[in-house]
């Protein structure tokens, strides 16, 4: 874990003074001043992931049982930071991406094979079959990289989102007796930590595809890995009304492009674009400045965070 | 502040609302399969779910300043 804080935290500060000058850079559009910062810092997260993996699979090499797991998911987590680095790097199409996605949950299909059945707090163990590893494991991955890419944009809200949500698999998966998932969202919280350092307001770096395709893989990982994919459901809620507010649009996910992006007032204020969107919620209630605006959607996912874990505790 | 805090509250309202619709449909099927019953709580889920963020849109434009004035 301190291997994986420190090495996000170093690479990430190595990133942002050495990416801006190689044109790996983005505008920082909700400041006045619009100042110019480093991209894909994800980068990152997915070094500090897989230093912070490869020691534990080498400390714990010797224990069989869970390090299949454990090497399964971690190679489904860092081929997804892959695939949002080929993102970050060649704009890959719509079409295509979620393929890309699919072919880097094959090591967790693998895996969990011979695993039939869901867990439904207050229904039970619902047999799924096949449908489990063929269909369940690459659509959560899938759907949920793809969820975590749409509620970004703001300073800190991807890395602070994805440190509440994987903290809180990796504390369920600990105290639902799967210690290995447990390590691996350990590893995975930390790396974002130490990104979340220099991407917090005002951010040094942007996490990019890759920080945010990866963040919602992992929370899909650690969900299967541990059989807890109903909490991992509840963790996506917020991305998934976002998701959900933007498809039934008029003109789905073409907002951008119609309405604009959302403006900076002289005070500091956000004014929202005209579409319904989450972060524009909380914008139009009230005038809101872009760090109180992060702190309020991150509170957000402390919340659903809490749902998790009392459902957990509940429904044992 | 206060609502921003409402905004937070409000956001429980799809996942509350399609979870209770999904768990009434899965008792009101009971005499199919479980991979019947599984499958038609998913169909009763992501419309419900849809739904209730919609109204979570609905009360957040009526609780707008904008709207409001």
């Known amino acids: 874990m301190a291997v994986a804080l420190v090495t996000s935290y170093s690479v990430a500060k190595f990133e942002s003074v050495k990416f801006p000058p190689l044109g790996i850079n983005g505008v920082d559009i909700h400041k006045p001043d619009r100042p110019v910062r480093a991209e894909m810092g994800g980068l990152a997260v997915l070094i500090a992931l897989a230093a912070g993996s490869m020691i534990y699979l080498g400390v714990y090499f010797a224990l069989d049982g869970p390090a299949p797991l454990f090497a399964a998911a971690a190679s489904t987590i860092t081929l997804t930071g892959l695939v949002g680095v080929a993102d970050d790097v060649v704009d890959l199409s719509q079409k295509l991406k979620p393929f890309l996605i699919v072919a880097a949950s094959i090591p967790l299909m693998l895996c969990l094979l011979s695993r039939s059945s869901i867990v439904i707090p207050g229904i039970g163990s619902v047999q799924l079959g096949l449908l489990y590893p063929l269909v369940a494991v690459p659509l959560a991955v899938t759907t949920s990289a793809n969820f975590s890419n749409l509620l970004a944009g703001f300073n800190g809200l991807e890395a602070g989102c994805a440190g509440i949500s994987l903290g809180t698999m990796a504390f369920l998966s600990d105290i639902t007796g799967h210690p290995a998932v447990a390590a691996l969202g350990c590893i995975a919280t930390f790396a974002y930590i130490g990104f979340f350092m220099l991407n917090w307001y005002p951010a040094r770096i942007f996490p990019g595809d890759t920080g945010t395709l990866m963040a919602g893989g992992a929370l899909a990982a650690l969900g299967l890995a541990s059989g807890l994919e109903f909490e991992a459901i509840v963790l996506s809620i917020p991305a998934a009304m976002d998701f959900t507010l933007k498809m039934m649009h008029r003109h789905p996910f073409k907002q951008r492009h119609m309405f604009g992006d959302t403006r900076v007032r002289a005070d500091g204020t956000l004014e929202p674009a005209a579409y319904p969107a989450v972060v524009h919620a909380f914008m139009n209630v009230s005038p809101i400045k872009e760090k109180d605006l992060v702190v309020s959607l991150l509170a957000m996912q402390a919340v659903f965070a809490a749902l998790a874990v009392g459902i957990t505790l509940v429904f044992p | ?69």
């Open chain 2, 1 to 69: 502040m206060n609502r921003q805090a409402a905004v937070i509250g409000l956001s429980l309202l799809p996942f509350v609302l399609a979870s209770g619709c999904a768990f009434l449909a899965w008792e009101a099927a009971a005499a199919l399969e479980a991979a019947w019953r599984m499958i038609l709580m998913v169909f009763v889920w992501i419309p419900a779910f849809a739904g209730g963020t919609q109204l979570f849109w609905k009360v957040v434009v009526l609780l707008s300043p904008k709207t409001q004035a």
